[in-house]
C-alpha cells in the first residue's frame, strides 16, 4: 500500500504565503513524479504543479507561474509547494498525487492521491 499525506494547508490573508508538504509511504520501486492539484467547490480538480524524478523537470498551471514552486526531495520521498502572492481564487482543497512504480516495469506505475489539504485565502 501507498499512502500520500498531505500538511501544511490553512487560512491565510491575500498576498500571504503558505508551503505545503507531502509524504509518500509505503512499498514501491521508485516514484516516477509527484504534483499538486486542487480542487474548488463547484470546479473541476485542475493540476497545480508537477514534478518529474529523472530530470527534475517541472510544469505549472498558467494561473500560478512565478507565484508557486514545486520542488522535492526525493530521499524522504517528500513533495512541497511553496505558494506566495496567494489570491482569492487560489482558495481550494489542494491534492498531492505521486506516480508510483512498484516494479522494475514502468507498467506497474499508478496513480495515488492524498486526502487534500484546505487552503482559504481571505481578508
Known sequence: QVQLV???GGLVQPGGSLKLSCAASGS?????AMGWY????GKQRELVATVTT??????YADSV???FTISRDKA?????????????EDTALYYCNGQVQHTTHYLSTRD???????VTVSS
Open 6 to 8: 498531505e500538511s501544511g
Open 28 to 32: 514501491f520501486f521508485s516514484i516516477r
Open 38 to 41: 486542487r480542487q474548488a467547490p
Open 54 to 59: 529523472d530530470d527534475d523537470s517541472t510544469n
Open 65 to 67: 507561474k512565478a507565484r
Open 76 to 88: 524522504k520521498n517528500m513533495v512541497y509547494l511553496q505558494m506566495v502572492s496567494l489570491k482569492p
Open 112 to 118: 495515488y492521491w492524498g486526502q487534500g489539504t484546505q
